[in-house]
């Protein structure tokens, strides 16, 4: 993957500059190089890293396993992009195995995803099951540790 | 300096004269600071790759709690000759020709005590890692240290080991890429100081224990190159590239007479090297390209950051190639390098190794370690910068 793009996987809010200097390029190309990735649609977005758990917030996670029938014309894509499009479906994959579709769906309650999972998704042409189980705690999301490393234990001068 | 004078008196007299190593003497008053900015850290700032803690783990369980051969696990050995085969381009057979040891550092040792009759004389070449002198005279040799210089890009020249060479020099000792400087050897270069051994029939050590990292060119050992591998002995070990400092792991590969001689100091003295430290270098071998590579994509961007960081001040530095540190130059501010370090810390809280702490040629540059994180990197230019800057005022035209 372009040196380019790992860095701003890791930290979107590195500054153009130190980008610059990092990679011994001019500030110009990098800065029309991250407008082509966002033009063509490769970079999609910028977004914080949260840990959730920390918030107390009222809301519950359901990693839905979900085995469709694919249509004559666009197989999985159809009924996958179909779902995908309700706002409580944080993220879906394709998947191989016993199982086609994973979703990450959200709601405030338990009670309000059961109700997604009955009254949206299970009814709709194609779905054939859904098994749902809920999410308890976060240890890690995006290559991100949720709980703080220890401190540097490296004494301050070495050899 | 406390104690009984009487005590003092009763020292072996190589030891007493032996002078403490002017890093503890910096460190001493770092640790007394809080709040500082450490670029004075020569160890990966990265954890150790959490499949081989993992897998320590797991040896730990399975009761990998004995003594191992003298020479290390037969099957750790053969991971290494593998290694060293396809990174460094050397052969050796496992079965006498490689030694695991505790570290570079005891290796170097065993090497040299292994070699040295009282008065033969060791090249190596100044501003070196801290304990290179001090190895050689334990082992009762003498230094003959030659001064590699920053006009260079602190290389070595065949030139610069014959002005100082005599008939009793016995043993060539290379460290590149280098700690301190950053500075790494062409196969060119080393073709030249190669013959140069051969002719005067010198064993060579060669500690190329920062051997993967290299930004620029991928890095050449001299023992792959044509005649050298019979004179040489290679040392290399697991702190750097792999972020294991603690594990204590190195080795020696060489000739069967030597690798033997050295064997029989380090089984009288050590034994053999930790038996999970072994364990954990065999599962490091195991994916070495995914562990070291990301580690030295980050590396090269915080050297292409900090060689943009101090030219932008005004420093001169030849560009570090290899390993992880930085050289400047200081010497244009009129202060001492040990000053200049002490000043920085106490006015912006940036700790940086004085050049002395490597050798006297060491005086007018600082070590600037970019092991560190590139936030704590970013914040100690600008200090740093702050602190030149001032300095530059503070001295005016009139000087």
New interface residues.
């Given amino acids: 993957m372009d040196e380019l793009l790992k860095i701003l996987q890791a930290n979107a809010l590195e500054s153009r500059e130190h980008i610059a200097q990092m990679l011994e390029l001019p500030l110009d190309q990098i800065n029309q190089r991250i407008a082509e990735y966002e033009k063509q649609g490769v970079i999609r977005g910028y977004q914080a890293i949260l840990n959730e758990d920390e918030l107390g917030l009222e809301k519950v996670t359901a990693v839905i396993e979900v085995k469709v029938t694919p249509q004559r014309e666009g197989g999985f894509d159809t009924i996958a992009q179909r779902i995908s499009r309700f706002p409580e479906v944080r993220s879906a994959h394709l998947m191989s195995g016993t199982y086609d579709l994973l979703l990450f769906v959200e709601g405030r309650t338990l009670r309000e995803v059961a109700g997604f999972v009955s009254e949206r998704l299970s009814p709709l042409e194609g779905v054939l099951s859904t098994s749902t189980h809920f999410m308890l705690k976060t240890y890690k999301q995006f290559g991100v540790l949720m709980q703080s490393e220890g401190a540097d234990e490296r004494l301050t001068i070495t050899p | 300096m406390s104690g009984s004078p009487s005590l003092r008196n009763r020292l072996s007299t190589t030891v007493r004269d032996l002078p403490r190593?002017g890093?503890r003497d910096?460190?001493d008053i770092?640790?007394t600071m809080k709040d500082?900015i450490?670029l004075?850290?020569?160890?990966p700032?990265f954890?150790t790759p959490w499949h081989v803690r993992e897998s320590t783990v797991f040896a730990l369980e399975r009761g990998a709690t004995h003594y191992t051969s003298n020479l290390g696990y037969l099957e750790l050995r053969r991971a290494l000759a593998a290694y060293v085969r396809k990174v460094f381009g050397a052969e050796y057979n496992p079965d006498d020709e490689i030694l695991v040891t505790v570290g570079v550092s005891e290796a170097l040792d065993l090497a040299l005590r292994a070699l040295l009759n009282p008065g033969d004389e060791v090249l190596y070449h100044e501003p070196c890692?801290?304990?290179y002198r001090a190895t050689i005279v334990l082992a009762r040799g003498v230094p003959l240290p030659v001064e590699s210089r920053a006009q260079n890009g602190f290389r070595l020249t065949r030139a610069m080991l014959e002005a100082k060479a005599t008939p009793r020099t016995k043993v060539l000792m290379l460290n590149f890429p280098n700690?301190p400087t950053g500075a790494v050897m062409d196969r060119g270069d080393l073709e030249e100081i190669a013959a140069f051994a051969v002719e005067r029939d010198l064993i060579v050590i060669t500690d190329e224990i920062y051997g993967e990292l290299t930004y620029d060119r991928p890095h050449t050992s001299i023992a792959s190159l044509p005649g050298l591998r019979d004179r040489t002995i290679f040392l290399h070990g697991f702190s750097k590239a792999w972020a294991m400092t603690g594990f204590r792991l190195g080795y020696a590969c060489g000739p069967a007479e030597l690798v033997e001689a050295m064997m029989k100091i380090h089984q009288y003295t050590m034994l053999c090297a930790s038996s999970l430290s072994q364990k954990a270098a065999l599962e490091a071998l195991s994916r070495p390209e995914t562990d070291i590579g990301e580690m030295v994509?980050e590396y090269r961007?915080?050297r292409?950051?900090i060689a943009?960081?101090l030219a932008a001040m005004g420093l001169e530095c030849h560009r570090p190639l290899g390993a992880f540190y930085a050289f400047p130059s200081v010497a244009k501010f009129g202060l001492s390098s040990r000053d200049f370090a002490l000043k920085l810390l106490g006015q912006e809280k940036v700790?940086v190794?004085p050049g002395t702490?490597f050798g006297n040629c060491g005086e007018g540059f600082i070590r600037c370690a970019y092991a560190t994180s590139?936030d704590q990197l970013?914040e100690a230019m600008v200090r740093l910068g702050r602190f030149v800057e001032g300095l530059g005022r503070s001295r005016g035209p009139a000087h």
């Fill in positions: 190593s890093i910096f460190f770092v640790s500082v450490s004075g850290i020569g160890e700032d954890d890692y801290v304990s700690n994509e961007r915080r292409n950051f943009t960081a700790a190794v702490a590139m970013k």
